[in-house]
């Protein structure tokens, strides 16, 4: 399942361990009542990989009775130019990312430079900034016409508007420099973390043999961190895949981006499924290409100690430069943007007030992200446990047929929320009209309610908690749930008494993930979201449409806002981690 599902990916950014062979329990407490509720777990666990299917068999379906007329012009004038800007996007992103992830992560980790440790949190910052509120920062900055560039202009006595000469930012190499520096975050934890947890030794024996400086980091670093730079890699391209707002803004035609307009534009939902299968398409290339890397993490765990790496010292000179190549993302990323949206955001308000929307756009986003965020745990927890009952629970159990089920519950984090989204449109459309037969005792229509939109947000984020869980089920051990077993609780007081408490923190850091991402969700939202029902994100997106970026700052900042408490939770977790290991290595060099 390596190469089909999301599920491995998640764990290896958050440096997760993965569950070690357990072998089966003893005899011990009511076995047929394990043995039914491991039915109806897995009962469970199959309907939510059924919930999380639908769109994709919907835009099979649709796709399949073909689009008419607009097919042949969809394969002639759409498709080609999306599928080649897409590949040449995905690439720049991905070079963007894991050059500057990998590259700023070996710095903070092997040498001491000025600003290091402010460097090694600073460096998750652009995380908290969406791309498509990146995207709508620096269109406004470089623009020739826009205030900044004016105020510009006019302190240094200018009046020519092209005097400044600044990259065109509505292109695509602007699309790759805005979504790279945003994105490249995801490569720098989890080659982070992989550089603080690997072989120490053979760090040492490299420079030992004479090896430092870059050639150390290419022959030994990094072969042994690569399948945690793919890992963090495949985040990243499938964040780039599943964005709308920054290609729109930035005028890159994406699959992503055709696949709305297609819709929206030519009203065409069978002409929109058969293009989100070509996305499909991408994705699957993502997925290949973090299970190849994953491929190789068996030799990087073979050299994986407790011992922190040695800081070298750098000259002056060169920790200057190394100073400056990790402020250089930070800067692009987080601080320029952010300091624009602070600005735009403070003219708006002290010139017009705060936007009489403003409460109503924050309420709506919250409302539906609760929602979503109170859905998916509990579903990810059933998944989680189902999988911890069914994992050597009875002698006799298949593990593989429940480790399976919640790996492919993980594969919406996979599908962009365009693909969910219309997915789910045609998916309801079709069980509209079969309950038209039913007259009056039929329900009320799915298609353009709440309903549809939480279930987009079930599909795309469900992976964020349940591979939360399942790892952190993986760190208590099995005799814990034997030893209750032996005192004759059941499954649901081993659940209730035993895993909660334990599970606590996990499920806490899971639901602040599903809540965040919810709020800043812009493809999904934008495509399911009641008649003049805005959120922040679908505000924003609007704003910028209309091109009125200053009325739209606020709500852009209120989003980077509220991405700002899951940095420091990252940032947190990682103090402590490292904090850890080096307890753990200065026990090993010292030992009593």
């Known amino acids: 399942m390596s190469h089909l599902g999301t599920a491995p990916v998640l764990p290896a950014v958050l ?246 307009v297609t819709w929206i534009t030519r009203s065409s939902l069978e002409g929109a499924a058969q293009i989100a299968l070509v996305l499909l398409a991408a994705v699957a290339a993502v997925l290949a290409l973090e299970g190849w890397g994953r491929s190789r993490s068996r030799e990087a765990r073979a050299v994986q100690d407790s011992l922190p790496p040695d800081l070298r010292p750098m000259p002056l000179g060169r920790g200057l430069l190394a100073s400056l190549a990790c402020a250089l993302p930070v800067l692009l990323g987080f601080v320029t943007p952010a300091s624009y949206l602070l600005w735009a955001a403070w003219r708006r308000v002290a010139e017009f007030g705060w936007p009489a929307e403003l409460g109503t756009w924050i309420a709506n986003s919250a409302t539906l992200a609760a929602i979503a965020t109170l859905l998916v745990l509990p579903a990810a927890l059933l998944l989680a446990f189902g999988a911890r009952t069914g994992q050597g629970a009875e002698p006799g159990a298949r593990p593989g047929l429940d480790a399976a089920l919640l790996r492919a519950s993980l594969l919406g984090y996979a599908l962009p929320g365009g693909i969910a989204a219309v997915g789910l449109i045609i998916a309801f459309g079709g069980m509209d009209d079969a309950l038209e037969t039913l007259g009056a005792l039929a329900p009320p229509p799915l298609s353009g309610t709440l309903a549809a939109l939480i279930l987009a947000y079930f599909v795309r984020f469900l992976a964020i908690p349940a591979s939360g869980l399942d790892a952190a089920y993986g760190r208590i051990r099995r005799e814990v749930d034997w030893s209750a077993r032996a005192m004759g609780a059941g499954p649901g007081r081993i659940l209730c008494r035993v895993h909660l408490p334990m599970l606590l923190p996990a499920m806490l850091a899971a639901a602040l993930l599903v809540f965040l991402d919810a709020m800043k969700e812009l493809p999904a939202t934008l495509l399911l979201r009641p008649f003049n029902r805005e959120t922040l994100a679908t505000a924003l997106y609007g704003e910028a449409a209309r091109g009125t970026y200053e009325e739209g700052a606020v709500a852009a900042l209120a989003l980077v806002v509220v991405g700002l408490p899951v940095i420091a939770l990252m940032v947190a977790g990682g103090r402590a981690a490292a904090g850890r290991g080096r307890r753990l290595g200065r026990r090993s060099a010292h030992p009593a």
């Open 15 to 260: 440096g997760t361990p993965a569950r070690a062979p357990l072998g089966p329990p003893p005899a011990c407490g009511p076995r047929p009542g394990f043995r039914r509720v491991a039915l109806g777990l897995r009962l469970g666990a199959v309907l939510g990989v059924l919930l999380v299917a639908l769109p994709v068999v919907a835009l099979a379906f649709a796709a399949a009775r073909g689009s008419g007329d607009l097919w042949p012009h969809l394969i002639r004038f759409v498709l080609p130019e999306a599928a080649v800007e897409t590949a040449l996007l995905l690439a720049g992103v991905g070079a963007v990312a894991v050059g500057v992830g990998t590259g700023t992560a070996w710095l903070v980790t092997s040498y001491r430079f000025p600003g290091r440790r402010t460097f090694a949190w600073a460096l998750v910052l652009p995380l908290a900034m969406p791309a498509y509120v990146a995207a709508y920062a620096w269109l406004d900055v470089l623009h020739p016409a826009s205030s900044v560039q004016s105020g510009l202009r006019a302190l240094l006595g200018l009046t020519n508007p092209r005097a400044i000469p600044l990259p065109e930012i509505r292109s695509l190499p602007g699309c790759i420099m805005v979504m790279g520096t945003v994105l490249f975050p995801y490569v720098y934890l989890a080659a982070r973390a992989a550089f603080l947890t690997q072989g120490t030794d053979m760090l040492r024996a490299g420079r030992a043999m004479g090896a430092g400086g870059w050639r150390l980091f290419l022959s030994v670093g990094l072969p042994m961190a690569w399948p945690a730079v793919t890992a963090g890699a495949a985040l990243a391209l499938l964040e780039t895949l599943n964005d709308v707002g920054a290609a729109e803004f930035l005028g890159v035609r994406t699959l992503t981006v055709s696949v709305y």
